[in-house]
């Protein structure tokens, strides 16, 4: 079935945030901190300028609680006189003018006053805790999973009778979701309500987030998701911030109004990908059998606490990755500094985590002289073995058939050597990787959200799908509109999947962790199906609607407290090959060939899982060789497209897409999670690659051309 | 944007305008301008000089003639600079994407003159000439190697223009070479590119030019490069000759693109690979 909001988008009738208006709808500006740590000690304003003609809304103006509600309310959504300021482009306050321009010079004109403070800007000097930005130790939050012993010593102990320990740190960088469509969102206020439209993933995260920060009622907010365009993440937690300032202008402004990120603001005043430290010991025995694995991860939280927690949960819970281990320790902490806040991003924790572990799992194939790919497959995880937290795999377990199909396809390695056009001597290498990825939120996640979703025939006679998960470009609607269809048995003409507006669907959960399709797919799914059976029954002319609740799947019971048991409703699996050149003269390594065979449950529509595999393949191997974000005292150096580097198609490799389907009983017609699934494994495959073609290690990523010139002398 | 802005008929009306406005922008294309709307302080007034015919145009006569307004798409696919100017060519592919292709103009590149211009070294290494016109003085020529003469800087006048640059074609025995090493493989920025002008009798440099750009606060010539090789045949000692000649010669800085060492270390690679 071809994509139901394709041709809008390629069209352009789509129509975005910046292409919608209301009437006299007046632009917003953020003033925001240059300084990273300090106190605001006053908000000056230039005598110079008309401020007649303009609004200017600080932390006073904010009608309820200047916090944006998430996990913890410590993060404002305007600095208030008198307060911390934590990192540089914070919002310090807002104006709003009748053209762009003017709210532009506005905002120009704006002094904020912030008595500087020593800042931290490494995770090393946040555990040091000389400087205090959280608690008393820096330390956001902290997890440890312990299977198969009780104390560190006991831990120590089965370490100390391994035959070889393999020991690493590895470097994961902050990445920019660099969605095409930049943060933006409109307010406006009408008989007391709050209206807020705007490009987000989460209509019921800003609703949540609202109403405390406006002082209102649930039903006197009402959030719209506008077109959105692309959010991996970047477009979770961010667009409440936004919701808040466009909310506080809008009711001082007494009329609608609007903020559109420019490109270089968004860059540098929106989330990016964690940074993370992770160290990793590899306990094997004499036959290479894994005894211990041991993993501390530290990840860079930034200004405030924001959704860390959960990435961190995420990375912690997949550090052991998809190997048969009987002793497992992981602990992952987040820290603060004073970079902006980072957040969620396609794979939201996990690939960081992966990348330590298929370098370590790489490494110990070097050490042992084993074949890489035949070293996991014979440490895989199977169907029956058990997790690092405990987790019995029931069901749903693809190992065998992804890494038969990536063997099938692979073919001999690449010669090692060559000469490229311009006469430059080349060096060739080829990596593998074998991963899996939790499918659904953390832990008890699912059942604490209790997602909704509705199916009804409306008294039109049409069907419509209410739901507030959002089509960010992943295809939700047209995923909803199949399964809808085939549920009810009706054609996919008459269903009508409707604009998340929470005033008129139900909370069906955010719209993130690879959940859409799997959960509130599997609603959808249900829904349709009840309903279908109600109609033949039901009055004509009258609307007929059916609600389901997530329900976990029997035996899915999670423990918070000890970090056991069923971290994820279940896990897709996925094993990636990745043929590198390494340019000597340039140091550039480009990517040639890159094949994943990745286990989805079942593709509902091939083209769209397809395309979410390339997307998020290529992101991943952009973040292995070229994205870079340059935090200078604090502040992103490079914002901009023009510095800010991401893979264009000239960079994109041959991409061998693989579907495999070893279904989910419990997802509809068998599907499980595949959003962030290509985003976790590519980059280590990346890196095991170009340490295949020049014989030597690299441990942190990007990979860039400045990084292995640097390394020449441990080529082989 | 509520700056004065002129578009001329003609270059005669272009000419006055300057001279009436030197302080105002030139238009060539509009491609950095458009970049350079958020970032920088708004011009005093624009003068636009799209497609004015005058200064439109590829000829191959004895020399290339390239118009200052053509656009870089009309360079790459001319087919005197397909034919005997390959680097030409080469590095007009690799400014920016197609569309910014369509719209950047010579003119644009050599007036802007950043460090990066992409055409710059290309530029130096076939020794072009530049026509440059005013008002007042009428036409003047004057070889490009002169006309750069510091970050942005440029021996354009206030009341000047840029009409054209001329370009010599290579004798068969040439060999001419570019490229480029940018942050990616498309539409990206230089951290590093060189072009060069090898005159051969047989394998045997009889005289070369070598230019490199990102390297330093313009496009330069390396003159100790082309000395060293002088009279060396092609191969690993010219290579080598070429390497250690440009060890001392420049002076490349670290930025948010790259590093000084990782542009001198791969400055180096590229001109041993002109020579080998």
């Known amino acids: ?716 | 944007m509520s700056s004065a802005y002129i578009r001329p008929r003609s270059l005669a009306e272009a000419l006055d305008a300057k001279a009436q406005h030197p302080d105002w922008m030139v238009l060539a294309g509009g491609t950095d301008l458009m970049v350079n709307a958020t970032h920088r302080p708004e011009p005093a007034g624009i003068l636009d000089l799209w497609r004015l015919p005058e200064l439109r145009g590829v000829t191959m006569t004895d020399v290339l003639t390239i118009g200052a307004g053509t656009t870089w798409l009309e360079v790459e696919h001319h087919a005197a600079v397909l034919e005997r100017f390959g680097p030409l060519a080469a590095a007009a592919r690799e400014i920016g994407a197609l569309q910014i292709q369509a719209r950047g103009t010579l003119g644009g590149n050599v007036g802007t003159s950043s460090p990066v211009g992409d055409s710059l070294p290309v530029l130096l290494a076939f020794d072009a000439e530049l026509e440059l016109a005013s008002a007042a003085r009428g036409r003047r020529r004057i070889p490009y190697r002169e006309f750069c003469t510091g970050y942005r800087k440029t021996q354009l006048a206030a009341d000047e223009l840029i009409v054209a640059a001329h370009l010599r074609p290579p004798a068969t025995r040439t060999r001419t070479t570019w490229r480029k090493v940018g942050t990616r493989r498309a539409q990206s920025i230089s951290k590093v590119m060189g072009a060069a002008f090898i005159e051969l009798d047989g394998d045997v440099v009889t005289r070369a030019r070598v230019a490199l750009g990102a390297v330093a606060d313009r496009p330069i010539r390396i003159a100790a490069v082309e000395q060293a090789v002088t009279g060396l045949a092609l191969g690993a000692k010219a290579a080598e000759a070429a390497r250690a000649a440009l060890r001392s010669a420049i002076k490349p800085i670290d930025d948010v693109r790259s590093t000084a060492t990782y542009r001198r270390d791969v400055a180096e690679n590229l001109v041993a690979r002109f020579f080998s």
């Open chain 1, 1 to 716: 079935m071809p994509r139901i909001d394709g041709v809008a988008k390629v069209t352009g009738r789509a129509r975005y945030l910046d292409d919608l208006d209301a009437p006299g709808v007046w632009y917003g500006a953020t003033v925001r901190s240059t300084v990273a740590h300090g106190v605001l000690e006053a908000i000056d304003l230039d005598p110079g300028f008309d401020w007649s003609r303009v609004v200017v809304a600080t932390a006073a103006d904010v009608p309820g609680q200047n916090y944006i509600a998430l996990i913890e309310n410590d993060q404002p959504a305007l600095v208030a006189v008198g307060k911390p300021v934590m990192h540089v482009d914070e919002a310090i306050a807002l104006v709003a003018a009748p053209t762009k321009e003017l709210a532009m010079a506005a905002a120009k004109a704006v002094r904020p006053r912030v008595r500087g403070l020593p800042a931290v800007f490494s995770v090393e000097d946040s555990l040091a805790a000389n400087e205090k930005l959280y608690g008393t130790d820096n330390v956001f939050k902290q997890f440890m999973i312990r299977k198969g012993h009780a104390s560190d010593a006991d831990f120590e102990a089965v370490i100390a009778k391994a035959a070889h320990v393999i020991e690493g740190t590895y470097y994961t960088s902050p990445q920019e979701q660099m969605y095409i469509e930049p943060q933006a969102m409109m307010a406006e206020w009408r008989d007391g309500r709050c209206h807020i439209v705007g490009s987000m993933q989460c209509p019921y995260y800003v609703h949540k987030a609202m109403k405390p920060l406006l002082g209102l009622g649930a039903e006197d907010v009402v959030i719209t998701q506008s077109v959105t365009g692309g959010g991996f993440g970047g477009k979770e937690e961010y667009p409440s911030m936004l919701a808040a300032h466009v909310a506080v202008l809008a009711k001082k402004a007494g009329r609608a109004v609007k903020i559109v990120y420019d490109r270089d603001e968004d860059i540098a005043a929106t989330t990016k990908r964690h940074p993370a430290y992770t160290r990793h010991r590899l306990a094997v025995d004499q036959r290479g059998d894994v005894l211990a694995i041991d993993v501390d991860c530290v990840m860079d939280g930034g200004a405030y606490l924001t959704l860390s927690p959960v990435v961190l949960s995420r990375g912690v819970l997949h550090a052991a990755g998809p190997y048969r281990c009987p002793v497992v320790r992981v602990r992952g902490r987040v820290v603060a500094t004073n970079h902006p806040p980072h957040g969620a991003f396609r794979g939201f924790g996990a690939p960081q985590t992966t990348f330590a572990y298929e370098r370590q799992i790489e490494k110990l194939a070097i050490h042992l002289g084993e074949d890489p790919l035949q070293l996991r497959k014979r440490l895989a995880l199977r169907k029956g073995d058990t997790t690092a937290t405990g987790q019995e795999l029931g069901f749903s377990v693809g190992t065998d058939e992804v890494i038969a199909a990536v063997e099938r396809v692979a073919g001999p390695p690449p010669v090692r050597e060559g000469t490229g056009p311009n006469g430059e001597p080349l060096r060739r290498g080829r990596g593998y990787v074998f991963y899996f990825h939790g499918a659904g939120f953390t832990g008890s996640g699912e059942s604490r959200l209790a997602g909704r979703a509705t199916v009804a025939r409306t008294t039109s006679g049409r069907y419509e799908v209410r739901s507030s998960s959002t089509d960010i470009g992943q295809g939700a609607i047209t995923i909803f509109t199949q399964i809808a269809s085939q549920a009810l048995g009706v054609d996919a003409s008459l269903i009508d999947v409707i604009d998340p507006t929470t005033s008129l669907v139900p909370d069906s959960g955010p719209t993130v962790a690879s959940r859409t399709c799997m959960v509130v797919g599997g609603l959808v799914e249900r829904a349709a199906k009840e309903l279908r059976e109600k109609l033949p029954s039901a009055p004509a002319g009258e609307e007929v609607a059916v609600t389901m609740q997530y329900e976990p799947p029997p035996g899915i019971h999670f423990d918070d407290a000890t970090y056991t048991g069923a971290a994820y409703p279940c896990f897709g699996w996925a094993c990636c090959l990745v043929d590198v050149t390494v340019d000597l003269d340039t140091y550039e390594a480009r990517v040639d060939r890159c094949v994943q065979a990745i286990d989805v449950g079942k593709a509902i529509n091939p083209v769209i899982v397809k395309g979410q595999i390339e997307g998020g393949t290529l992101q991943a191997l952009g973040w292995a060789l070229l994205e870079n974000i340059v935090y200078r005292e604090g502040k992103v150096a490079n914002a901009n497209m023009t510095n800010c580097i991401v893979p264009t198609f000239a960079d994109a490799p041959d991409l061998e897409t693989i579907l495999v389907e070893v279904p989910y009983p419990f997802g509809p017609s068998g599907a499980k999670g595949v959003g962030e699934i290509p985003m976790d494994g590519p980059a280590a495959a990346v890196a095991n690659a170009v340490g295949d073609a020049l014989g030597c290690a690299f441990d942190g990523i990007p990979i860039l051309p400045e990084v292995i010139a640097a390394s020449r002398a441990r080529w082989s």
